[in-house]
């Protein structure tokens, strides 16, 4: 499955053959845009492995082709396009996704993969003299849309999912995760760990839109993640007594949905508290009739927190607040951790660089800000691996992982130029 890599060094001084005039960030945009929309919804679905992912695939690889890049898809299905020798060691990679969660907005994942070809295109304007190598990479099924776990592409490469595990995956209708590639076309019988790639990198820079409002806040278009903040999952089952809901007395009920509604208040208290999130997103409930009181209310917490003390006390105070609420009224309660990830650092010394590198900017006095994130990215797995930054896009809406998610042009463009002088600073002479 490995492309031809290019053998002439003089590559890295990089402009394509035939000197083409390069798409604009604009015009990628546009062509990029009607891949995979619903036309109902205007949200994008584009799952790993569907047809729709293939026709983001293809648009990375005619990218890469077009500006005379080395294009590589690897043992896991991860999208690499070269320029200088992958085998030469320490190089600068760029990239993000192209999938996206069902309904999703345009921008997660796509910013940071335009921004990277429209970053190298100004880099080759400036006439840039490559002193390492660079890749643009487009990360497999970061979502998780459609198999249940996010970063299924990073993950195997870096050693956090194993091939045995990944075989295992099915999405909603019983696919398992090779058998979807083999019908793309993709050959699953190389998933595994990449530790050889991952040790030809020296860094991996993610750009990325927002998802949140800091930097509408702040008034910047652009910052640098610090972290990704410790997060995790826990279920909070409540047992009652389940009775007629036209036939027993308020005072003998042993109702657990009061607690429940009580637990998602306290939640919210010890979220504000804390400067944390604390969020009841999804609950079952038995016998689940409209005229029965409860036997059981299965409510799932999702809590994130800039840092693990934070994350344990709002934990620990719904807890807390659940159990007291839950003596009151004679119900029995259990509470369970399914899911954890600690807090990701970036690595500081790259922070610092992109820091350095941004605020020396003319015109670029006021320092870049600097923010943490709840959501996962691609970047947070391999930084376990290898030196990691993210650069984050202003979202004026705030707004994630829907149509309404959103980056005006001037703040993209603005995004490709820190890019654009992140990358010269790192990977130029
Ligand atoms: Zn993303």
Redesign the pocket.
């Known amino acids: 499955m490995t492309a031809s890599l290019p053998a002439e060094p003089g590559h890295a001084e990089g402009a394509p053959g035939d000197g083409r005039r390069q798409p604009s960030f604009q015009e990628m945009w546009r062509e990029l845009a009607p891949l995979g929309r619903d036309s109902g919804s205007g949200g994008y679905r584009r799952y790993a492995w569907t047809a729709a992912d293939a026709d983001c695939r293809a648009w990375f690889r005619a990218q890469a082709e077009a500006r005379g890049l080395a294009y590589e898809l690897d043992r896991n299905g991860n999208q690499w396009a070269w320029l200088g020798d992958p085998l030469a060691g320490d190089a600068v990679v760029t990239g993000?996704?192209l999938d996206s969660v069902p309904d999703g907005g345009a921008f997660?994942?796509p910013l940071g993969v335009v921004s990277s070809f429209a970053a190298l295109d100004e880099l080759r304007r400036r006439g840039a003299r490559f002193s390492r190598p660079l890749a643009l990479t487009n990360f497999g099924d970061?979502?998780g849309a459609r198999f249940g776990l996010a970063c299924v592409g990073s993950r195997l490469t870096a050693g956090q999912l194993t091939a045995e595990q990944a075989h295992e995956l099915r999405d909603g209708d019983g696919i398992t995760l090779p058998r979807a590639m083999e019908a793309a076309g993709c050959d699953p019988s190389t998933l595994g760990p990449d530790p050889e790639r991952l040790a030809r990198i020296g860094a991996f820079i993610e750009l990325?839109v927002e998802q949140g409002r800091a930097l509408d806040l702040s008034g910047d278009p652009v910052g640098i993640a610090s972290a990704i903040w410790p997060h995790g999952r826990w279920r909070f089952d409540f047992r009652g007594e389940a009775n007629h809901a036209g036939t027993t007395r308020l005072t003998d009920r042993r109702d657990p949905m009061l607690t429940y509604a009580e637990t998602v208040l306290a939640a919210r208290r010890e979220a504000e508290l804390a400067g944390a999130l604390a969020t009841f997103g999804k609950i079952s409930v038995e016998p689940n009739g409209v005229n029965a009181i409860p036997s059981l209310v299965r409510g799932w917490l999702d809590s994130r927190a800039a840092d693990q003390s934070a994350l344990d006390t709002v934990v620990a105070g719904i807890e807390a607040a659940a159990r007291a609420c839950a003596d009151r009224a004679g119900i029995e309660l259990s509470v369970v951790r399914e899911s954890f990830t600690p807090v990701v650092e970036f690595e500081h010394a790259l922070r610092d660089e992109l820091g350095k590198i941004l605020g020396q900017r003319p015109g670029g006095a006021a320092p870049v800000p600097v923010l943490g994130t709840g959501a996962g990215?691609d970047a947070g797995i391999l930084s376990g691996s290898i030196p990691t930054a993210m650069l984050f896009v202003r979202n004026p809406t705030g707004v994630s992982h829907s149509p309404a998610e959103y980056a005006a042009e001037d703040d993209c463009v603005a995004g490709v130029l820190a890019l654009a002088d992140v990358l010269e600073g790192l990977a130029c002479a």
Do not use: N
């Open positions: 993000s996704h997660d994942g970061e979502e990325h990215h």
